[in-house]
């Protein structure tokens, strides 16, 4: 096994695969490293004397700049090497050719077509609160009906989505609010929605309908707990009309461009962009290819790779619009007096990412290589085939969240420090090593650690694409295994 890697003929940086030992010599890159310092796996070594002000790069691409002179051999991390992005920025339009991706085949998956034409992979009942004050009587509700109608059912399952809002809020933060929720309203993963209001929030029912529009009566009910005499028998009397009405509904084959997919990463280590990242990105390719959406978001952790995807961009418009997306998140840090760039996170320089760059460029690795067809606002629904942006924050459950009311059925998570992390949708975990994913198998879905131990990068795309497909005809993730489903909203302005 290597025990170094340079990753592209441009990087002035290896990686080291394993912990590596001072005074040990390593043959990379065309030349004999005698290593200066002890280099744990995943951190970064200098491939030549390095002078302070120079550039470093990595993945063929800058990832900041030295603070002072680094000698081949030694370790490259915070104390020597800091960002070098500024705030906000000018681009310029430099679009790129696509080479299309080759696909085989005729895959497909069983899921559950809705009367809409929307195509779910799991068919269950959702109770979705307008406020977070009935978040508790939508808890107790879902644990009752399930009760009630077990074995009596053939639905997945009976989730409330609880959220902490719908009240005290003003402006951006009302409107994202509603926003999200009606979304998730009409994502086909729920065979029947029970719209939870308590009657005297801001987000109540009759505003709410304002945002949601007309709805299918069999399948979104509402209940305004003010109102009824006894919420619980009333709650649990729609509920059992929602799942007979979802229970009508068979699985059946469905083409692969039925699928939906989003793309996000948490507690990265230095593997994610080489290994776990890489490979989502090769079966969101393949996803494409067939005619398939693939869906990227956390923006922040774009900055300082975004011209990879702008110059990917489908055609002028779509990259004014990505642009417009990278600087409104640019400005909204500087907004509220903050950097832009801090970036990353503990967990993320302990696994040996120092700079935003050099995250971001792990991050869009997970967007493949297609064209950017189109940008969303967060809380849109996809509307085109193809490889989409999201605006949502880098944060783990909101911008997953965000995924999951654009319409993704399924998540793929990559993440080399280990999250139990899962949503309303089911959630792939992808493992950036081994070591994490023999630690903690409760957690993880798939090992991309493999790659590192010898493993075809492309066979291991066509596991995981396969994997995919199991888990959109019903075979569970580990995090619905665990029972972990939860939803966060995003917010930036005041609570009442």
């Not at 707990?225 to 068979?250: F, N, P, V």
């Not at 989003?262 to 890489?278: E, M, R, V, Y």
């Not at 075979?475 to 295994?481: G, S």
Request: aromatic share 6%; proline share 5%.
């Amino acid at each position: 096994m290597k025990k170094a890697i340079q990753l592209h003929a441009r990087d002035n940086v290896a990686v080291a695969l394993v912990d590596i030992t001072a005074g040990e010599t390593i043959a990379i890159a065309g030349r004999e490293i005698t290593l200066q310092e002890n280099i744990k796996a995943g951190h970064k070594f200098a491939l030549l004397d390095l002078p302070a002000g120079r550039e470093v790069k990595k993945y063929g691409y800058a990832i900041g700049i030295t603070t002072q002179p680094v000698k081949a051999g030694q370790w490259v991390h915070s104390h020597n090497l800091h960002s070098g992005l500024g705030k906000l920025e000018e681009y310029t339009y430099n679009p790129l050719p696509i080479t299309p991706v080759a696909f085989e085949g005729n895959p497909t998956f069983h899921g559950y077509r809705r009367p809409d034409g929307q195509v779910g992979v799991r068919n269950e009942l959702w109770i979705i609160p307008t406020v977070g004050c009935v978040n508790q009587l939508a808890e107790n509700m879902a644990r009752n009906a399930a009760k009630e109608l077990e074995g009596k059912s053939a639905i997945d399952g009976i989730y409330a989505l609880k959220h902490p809002y719908g009240c005290s809020q003003l402006g951006d933060d009302h409107h994202n609010t509603q926003k999200l929720l009606a979304s998730l309203c009409r994502h086909p993963n729920a065979g029947g929605v029970l719209v939870l209001g308590l009657g005297c929030e801001n987000n109540n029912i009759p505003a709410f309908h304002q945002v949601l529009g007309e709805v299918d009566p069999a399948r979104i009910k509402f209940l305004v707990a003010q109102e009824a005499e006894d919420e619980m028998r009333e709650g649990l009397r729609l509920i059992k009309e929602l799942a007979e009405q979802a229970a009508s509904c068979e699985r059946e084959p469905c083409p692969i461009n039925e699928l939906k997919i989003g793309l996000k990463c948490g507690g990265s280590d230095a593997f994610s962009g080489i290994t776990a990242n890489h490979l989502a990105g090769l079966v969101a390719d393949r996803i494409i290819a067939g005619g398939g959406t693939a869906v990227l978001t956390e923006v922040p952790e774009m900055f300082g790779a975004e011209t990879i995807l702008m110059d990917r961009a489908v055609d002028e418009e779509v990259f004014q619009r990505i642009v417009k997306l990278i600087n409104t998140w640019k400005q909204y840090y500087l907004d509220h007096g903050q950097p832009v760039y801090e970036n990353p996170s503990p967990g993320n320089k302990e696994g040996g990412i120092t700079t935003l760059e050099e995250k971001s460029l792990g991050c869009v690795q997970k967007g493949g290589t297609a064209a950017v067809v189109d940008v969303l606002d967060y809380g849109d629904r996809c509307q085109k085939q193809g490889l989409n942006l999201l605006s949502a924050p880098g944060n783990d459950l909101v911008s997953s969240t965000a995924l999951a009311a654009a319409g993704c059925q399924i998540i793929l998570f990559t993440t080399g420090r280990g999250t139990p992390l899962g949503t309303c949708v089911p959630t792939i975990k992808i493992a950036s090593n081994t070591g994490i994913y023999s630690k903690k198998p409760r957690w993880f879905d798939f090992n991309a650690g493999r790659v590192l131990e010898g493993e075809n990068m492309a066979e291991l795309a066509g596991e995981l694409l396969e994997q995919v497909l199991r888990v959109a005809s019903g075979e569970p993730t580990k995090a619905e295994t665990l029972g972990v489903r939860e939803i966060a909203i995003f917010k930036s302005g005041v609570t009442l």
